[in-house]
Nanobody, 126 residues
């Protein structure tokens, strides 16, 4: 059973930075893709970025390009999302997800992900 726990959210001013962490347990010998998503009130869950656990390839959606960076630790058990130049419109609950459906590609589409954390709140003040 894959379990994911997000941490690192909080309150930050416009222009500030946060580093989110996704701690994972239960990975088997299969390859996995780990993604970051966010959901603002009244909005659909939005994919931000993804990383291939074995290869390290990354993908960024338009919402994340240029400001957010995804990475994975040496043990390949924790995935990070470094968020810089934050804006009020970045306010949302941020989730990490994982999937073993590696043939789907790296584009983080929520419906393709099998496992989810419970999220961490990010609030960016004006």
């Amino acid at each position: 059973e894959v379990q994911l726990v997000e941490s690192g959210g909080g309150l930050v001013q416009t222009g500030g930075s946060l580093r989110l962490s996704c701690a994972a347990t239960g990975f088997t010998g299969d390859d996995y893709t780990i993604g970051w998503f966010r959901q603002a009130p009244g909005k659909e869950r939005e994919g931000l970025s993804a990383i291939s656990r074995n290869v390290g390839s990354t993908y960024y959606t338009d919402a994340a390009k240029g400001r957010f960076t995804i990475s994975i630790d040496n043990a390949k058990n924790t995935v990070f999302l470094q968020m810089n130049s934050l804006k009020p419109e970045d306010t949302a609950v941020y989730f990490c997800g994982a999937t073993a459906l590696i043939r789907l590609g790296l584009n983080p589409i929520p419906g393709y992900y099998e496992y989810w954390g419970r999220g961490t709140q990010v609030t960016v003040s004006s």
